[in-house]
Structure formats: structure tokens, C-alpha cells
């Protein structure tokens, strides 16, 4: 892959990896600078990246996922308040265009923990198979299975409570 | 792929995420199909999973589109660039400092104390450049007020 494949590739990951730096940083800001930081990693150093070994995109997301712990490592602290993760970034008029559900959907995943978060973002969100899931969190491919199914039921758990 | 296997009456459990998401074998699968036609507990649990797994995928967890991104990947190309151009004159200046240094100390028209009085002066300005540098960049790191436009 060329680097300018190799840009193209990444911007359409972009999003993805910022959904879930958020879910792992609990706030957007801090997420897009996570992903800035990925993308200069993978930019200058697109030696890191052997197309042999995977595809890019289960790759990047590692590279978006250490970010985000080396930030929270230096921030000494991972508690984050529920509401960080709901739309700190968002104005009046980007509000509107949000739909209650998501807004719902948002809040239950702020609720169950990080683990369960990047799990779910992993599969239902980004799309990633279990055998890039298990690459991304650097889990046994075997436990991804009962760790993503523990996660939903959770998140169903909380959805139920909002009366969803 | 998990081998675990279920008895004809158990629930089938992670199996439903398992069959939600195309990752069983074959044999799972219809054990899963089979299960569920006959436990209306699982059916609706998968029905639930199912309902859940797609108001994920059409959520908008991230509210930055390409374009952003793309403008950002420029920047990082720029912000490199402009780097490796840093490097290369603050490099040229300090060899050039380096050659400088060195001539004045092999220089044999001017005695010790001589080159001991300059080489004050300039080691001074030099030392009080730098603190002023340090000074600064550490102001403009820590300054939560500096984006801000009056």
C-alpha cells in the first residue's frame, strides 16, 4: 500500500477511531487529538503498517486505542463523569440533528464499563470480525464471543431502564 | 470460534451474539435456529440483541466528518514538513556556532584573558537566551488563555 492509499484509507477511519477514543477518553476533545496523534504515527511511519500481517483499518484502531491509554496514563485518572460523553462538543443546532435515540444510546454506553464500550463500538459500530477484535484489544479471539454478548445484554439492561 | 457445546434444553446464551454477528460454524448455527423455535425466551432475546445491534450501527457516535479529518491529515503533512525544516536550520546554526567556537579558541592573535572576557559575553547572551526561550515555551504551553481572542 502507498502512503497516498494509505491517506485515503485513513480518512474514512478517522471517524470510527474517534468513536471509539471517546468511548475509551469519555470526552471529544481529548478524543480527536488521540486520533491527530494516530494519524501522525501512521503518516510518518507508515513502515509500521505491514499489509501482510492485516488490514489497515484493525491496525489504526490499535494505534487510536494506545493513544488513548498513553493520554489517560498522563491524565493518572480514567473516571470520567457520565456526561462527558454526551455531546460536550455539540452546539444548539448540532443538537437538533441528534436524534433522541442516539442521544439514549449514548448515555447507556456511558454506563457500562470501557471494556464493554470498546466491545460493542468494535462490533456494532465499526464491524470489525472477533479475529480483528481480539487483534484490536489483544484478547484471545475465543473470549470475545461471551465478552461482546456479556456487553449487550448490559447495555440492553440500561436501554430498559430509560424505557427504551 | 467457540466450540462450547449446549445441551438440546439449555439456553443457548453468547451463542445468540455468536449468530447475530455470522460467526458460528455450521452445526452452531442450526442449533441456535433450532433452540430458538422452540424457547421464547431466547427468540426474544435475539430479537432484542438484534434490534439493539442496529440502533449501534446507526448511531453517529462521532460527530467529525471526512472532510475534517482529510483537512487534518494535511496539516499533519504540513506540521512534518515544517519540522524536518526546523531541524535542518537549527542544525546548519548550531555547526555554524560549533565552527565559530572552535576558530575563536585556536584564534592566536588574542591572548587568554581576552578570549576569556568575550567568550563571557557571549556565553552569557547565550545562557540568557535559552532561560527566555524556556521561559516562554513554557508560558505558551500552560497558558489556558491563549487561544482566546480580545
Not at chain 1, 32 to 40: E, F, I, N, P, R
Not at chain 1, 102 to 130: M, P
Not at chain 2, 69 to 76: G, I, K, Q, Y
Amino acid at each position: 500500500m502507498n502512503i497516498n492509499e494509505m491517506r485515503q484509507e485513513l480518512v474514512q477511519h478517522s471517524g470510527g477511531a474517534h468513536a471509539l477514543a471517546i468511548q475509551i477518553l469519555g470526552n471529544v476533545d481529548d478524543a480527536a487529538d488521540a486520533v491527530q496523534d494516530a494519524l501522525v504515527t501512521a503518516l510518518t511511519r507508515p513502515g509500521a503498517y505491514d499489509d501482510k500481517k492485516g488490514q489497515l483499518k484493525p491496525w489504526f484502531l490499535r494505534v487510536v486505542r494506545n493513544r488513548c491509554f498513553d493520554l489517560l496514563r498522563r491524565r493518572r485518572s480514567s473516571d470520567m463523569p457520565v456526561e462527558e460523553l454526551v455531546d460536550t462538543a455539540a452546539n444548539p443546532e448540532q443538537a437538533l440533528d441528534i436524534t433522541q435515540r442516539d442521544q439514549a444510546l449514548k448515555l447507556a454506553l456511558a454506563s457500562i464499563s470501557t471494556e464493554q464500550r470498546q466491545i460493542i463500538v468494535l462490533r456494532d459500530y465499526l464491524g470489525l470480525t472477533y479475529a480483528e477484535i481480539a487483534d484490536v484489544l489483544s484478547i484471545p479471539q475465543g473470549t470475545v464471543m461471551s465478552r461482546l454478548h456479556r456487553a449487550r445484554l448490559a447495555l440492553r439492561e440500561v436501554l430498559k431502564g430509560y424505557g427504551e | 470460534m467457540v466450540n462450547k457445546t449446549y445441551g438440546i434444553d439449555e439456553h443457548v446464551g453468547e451463542l445468540l451474539s455468536g449468530y447475530l454477528d455470522g460467526e458460528l460454524t455450521q452445526q452452531q448455527r442450526q442449533r441456535v435456529e433450532i433452540h430458538c423455535d422452540a424457547c421464547a425466551e431466547c427468540k426474544t432475546n435475539l430479537k432484542e440483541l438484534q434490534a439493539l445491534q442496529e440502533s449501534i450501527g446507526k448511531a453517529r457516535l462521532s460527530e467529525i466528518d471526512q472532510d475534517v479529518w482529510r483537512e487534518r491529515m494535511d496539516n499533519v503533512t504540513v506540521r512534518t514538513t515544517r519540522g524536518i525544516g526546523w531541524l535542518l536550520i537549527l542544525g546548519g546554526i548550531l555547526a555554524a556556532m560549533g565552527i565559530g567556537v572552535y576558530e575563536f579558541v585556536i584564534d592566536s592573535s588574542l591572548g587568554l584573558v581576552e578570549k576569556l572576557i568575550a567568550g563571557a559575553i557571549y556565553g552569557g547572551l547565550v545562557v540568557l537566551f535559552f532561560s527566555v526561550l524556556r521561559q516562554r515555551l513554557i508560558e505558551r504551553k500552560t497558558d489556558k488563555y491563549k487561544d482566546v481572542e480580545i
